[in-house]
């Protein structure tokens, strides 16, 4: 009776290989998401106080406005291109922030939280990083807000996917992945 060599067991865990990972469900993408409104929240005030002190500086009427007493609104409204130029800036602001977020780690603060990780949806082609491109990040935000504003017909489309993918998921090929849990 000859011994022939075993040939080694595979090192590879279930964890090693990304496309094992579980994609990340409904509740716990909108828990994170929960999480990450806090930070929006704090960027969207920094950007409309950086606007405001920009109009300003470049048109002193707008402070005039505000601080004149006796008016029925003290409330500053734009109008007209303003208003669009605002807005972009706003949408610009945020979408560079979770695309940073994506680009660097793949995970915002809330996504850390809940162990969640957003990464390319076919990760097996060579030479791709399992990382979002910025192309990807640029399409996920300029999708995910309208289909999330929709009633949430994104996380409603997501329980019904058979893969569990979102609408942003998809039109950006990416995914959002459940971590394990570090012991």
Known sequence: MSATPQQPQSSTTPTDDPLSLPVARPLRRIAALVYDLFLLAAISLAYAALFFMVQVYTDGSAAAQILTP??????LEYEGPLRYLFLFGWWLCLALFYSWCWRR???TLGMKTWHLRLEQLDTASPGTSPRASWRQC???SLV???VLLGAGLSYAYCLF???????HDLCSQTRVVVLPKEE
């Open 70 to 75: 006796g008016q029925e609104t003290t409330r």
């Open 105 to 107: 780690s793949g995970q």
């Open 138 to 140: 640029l399409i996920r």
């Open 144 to 146: 995910a807000p309208p």
């Open 161 to 167: 996917n058979p893969e569990g993918h979102c609408l």
